[in-house]
Nanobody, 121 residues
Framework: QVQLVESGGGLVQAGGSLRLSCAASGSIFSINRMGWYRQAPGKQRVMVATITSEGITNYADSVKGRFTISRDNAKNTVFLQMNSLKPEDTAVYYC???????????????WGQGTQVTVSS
């Protein structure tokens, strides 16, 4: 019953900024990690940024210094602030919630529907 709803994508010129949001509807009881991934045309989906339940962040080298991942635990929402955007950032961006589920607390991944980010030169 958990659904992740993304927003904030769009078209922007190189050097501009966008802020992506991903909110979970339904009950999520235990989150191990949240993150953002992206998939450019003809390429595999890759990790962009992650943040653990403790607040530890990790970024792809290509976005370090430009992107910032953050979260609002009370609202089960994860954000991705994207600054100094480049054409190579163009991709469909997917949010991810990795949670513990069930009696045995098995890790399970929920994914957002994807939001298009297009950066023009």
């Amino acid at each position: 019953q958990v659904q992740l709803v993304e927003s904030g994508g769009g078209l922007v010129q190189a050097g501009g900024s966008l802020r992506l949001s991903c909110a979970a509807s339904g009950s999520i009881f235990s989150i191990n990690r949240m993150g953002w991934y992206r998939q450019a045309p003809g390429k595999q989906r890759v990790m962009v940024a992650t943040i653990t339940s403790e607040g530890i962040t990790n970024y792809a080298d290509s976005v370090k210094g430009r992107f910032t991942i953050s979260r609002d635990n009370a609202k089960n929402t994860v954000f991705l602030q994207m600054n100094s955007l480049k054409p190579e950032d163009t991709a469909v961006y997917y949010c991810n919630f990795q949670v513990y589920r069930g009696v045995w607390r098995t890790l399970y991944d929920y994914w957002g529907q994807g939001t298009q980010v297009t950066v023009s030169s």
